[in-house]
């Protein structure tokens, strides 16, 4: 059977991203964006439902989106779902949290630029060489690495 995995969302951050390093020193940003969904009722009643997401970017993409963005900014977050599960110190009981692992974004708006941060350009790419003249390895920021502890 084929699957598929593939989450895009449009909406605001809810708290400022925050930004940790695992001991190998892979960057980890943790951010909560808030997607709307509005609609009217049959009654004509304006309707409004928030969702809010937890996405995890790693490598350069997190120190990017650390750098340009705070609580309130716009973000389109391109990823995959992912679910962590752990059990709870206090009760033993095993818990869950759906989250989205980010593979790529873009910014929505210009934001406010009044309180002296920069104004953000397009995210940066790594340059890619014409002709590759070895086998690469996969890059650590495509995702959380494998058999690294993440601080949080």
């Known amino acids: 059977m ?40 049959e009654s004509g009643e304006r309707r409004e439902e928030v969702t809010f997401v937890d996405v995890d970017a790693f490598g350069k993409q997190a120190e ?15 990823g995959r779902l992912k679910l962590d599960t752990w059990d709870d110190k206090q009760t033993g009981q095993k818990k869950s949290r759906l989250g989205v692992v980010l593979e790529g974004f873009s910014f ?7 309180e002296g941060a920069p104004a953000p350009g ?4 790594a340059p890619r060489p014409s002709r590759p003249s070895a086998p690469t390895q996969p890059a650590d920021s495509d995702g959380p690495p494998p058999d690294d502890d993440v601080p949080f």
């Open 2 to 41: 084929a699957s598929f995995n593939k989450v895009i969302l449009a909406g605001n951050l809810t708290r400022d991203p925050e930004l940790r390093y695992t001991p190998k020193g892979t960057a980890v940003a943790k951010l909560g964006v808030a997607v709307n969904r509005t609609w009217t009722s």
């Open 64 to 78: 990017v989106i650390t750098q340009y963005l705070r609580k309130g900014r716009g973000i389109l977050v391109e």
């Open 108 to 114: 929505l708006d210009g934001g406010n630029r009044s």
């Open 122 to 125: 397009p995210a940066p790419t």
